[in-house]
């Protein structure tokens, strides 16, 4: 009876260990990827919700998200080779594609349909047109970067001279606008969230315009990857585009609430009942794609855009920096 009991003692033992070695191995086998993001914002919804859900550990992928503050500095951390994947504006891509890049960065899954940001002014407007920023002060992006150039082509959409019949102050870093604003400078900014819902919470401000509803459609932000790192490591991209359209997936088939009880933790400085207006608002104004799929349709509009800025030396082909490979079998999962 001894010698029965010890020997099935032995066999849980054995087990355990057995299972223990078998959860250590599966670890293991997770693939490690850096994605380097323009900016943390509930903007990038999807995002968020396939790191909460587990939709990248499903797929064999251990995420490791960093906020690179900026295009210019995310694209600075792609082609460096710190991050593995790159989430910002696409004109990104495109500059360095001018530039001469030996390994150019395509993109291969588009996330945001409509621009993020938001007018914020000073003053209470119930009746707001774009005509009335003559004159005033505002607090701009970065020249290049696509804040500031969906910004411009509102403004000239609406007959303003952006370098003429306004002063756009583009000194100050991309993350420090809302609390410059706060601070007393300009009369206007231009916020993404959650500055732009925080700065009216705290009395400093009023959003007056949506700049996704004033421009309509444009390919706002983009997954890439350096053109080697996608030959070499295509099954990678294939599972990260996968759970990315898992993400889309579940913001195209959920209440905003449902959506912000997911991503709270993404936001734990924001009061959950604010991360639910914030969510309400995007959603409302169709910010995201069904798909991931970057049309060329799209890659012109964008080009136009920068065109339009005095930002584009050259027309870039669309098959050199865009492939939806990976987001069509993504779509068809």
Not at 90 to 95: D, Q
Not at 143 to 168: C, H, R, S, T
Request: glycine fraction near 8%; charged fraction near 20%.
């Amino acid at each position: 009876m001894k010698k029965r009991l010890t020997a099935g003692l032995l066999s849980l033992v054995l087990s355990g260990v057995l299972l223990l070695a078998g959860c250590g191995s599966k670890e293991e086998s997770a693939v490690k990827v850096t994605l380097n993001e323009v900016a943390h914002s509930v903007f990038y919804a999807p995002q968020y919700v396939a790191l909460e859900k587990g939709y990248f550990a499903e797929e064999g992928l251990d995420l490791e998200l960093v906020n690179g503050y900026g295009a210019d500095k995310t694209m600075t951390a792609v082609l460096s080779g710190e991050a593995d994947i790159g989430f910002m504006g696409a004109e990104a891509s495109i500059y360095t594609y001018l530039e001469g890049a030996e390994d150019p960065v395509v993109n291969f899954a588009q996330l945001t349909q409509r621009a993020g940001n938001f007018l914020v002014s000073r003053q209470p407007m119930e009746n707001f047109q774009w005509s009335d920023l003559k004159g005033q002060e505002i607090l701009g992006g970065r020249k290049g970067g696509m804040p500031q150039m969906v910004f411009e082509y509102i403004l000239k959409k609406n007959g303003l001279d952006p370098a003429k019949d306004m002063n756009i102050d583009q000194s100050i870093d991309f993350g420090s606008t809302a609390a410059a604003f706060s601070g007393g400078l300009g009369d206007f900014t231009v916020e993404f969230e959650p500055s732009a819902t925080l700065l009216e919470q705290q009395g400093d401000g009023y959003v007056v315009a949506s700049l996704g509803v004033d421009s309509g459609y444009v390919p706002y932000t983009a997954y890439s990857a350096k053109s080697s790192y996608l030959k070499e490591n295509p099954e990678i991209i294939q599972k990260f585009t996968n759970a990315m359209q898992k993400g889309m997936n579940y913001v195209n088939s959920h209440t905003p609430e449902e959506i912000a009880q997911v991503i709270a933790p993404q936001f734990e400085e924001t009061d959950p009942d604010t991360i639910t207006a914030i969510v309400t608002r995007y959603h409302q104004q169709d910010t995201w794609k069904e798909d991931l799929i970057f049309s060329q349709e799209s890659f012109e509009l964008l080009q136009d855009i920068l065109d339009e800025a005095g930002e584009l030396s050259a027309r870039v082909p669309y098959d050199e920096l865009i492939n939806t490979d990976f987001a069509e079998k993504a779509a068809n999962q």
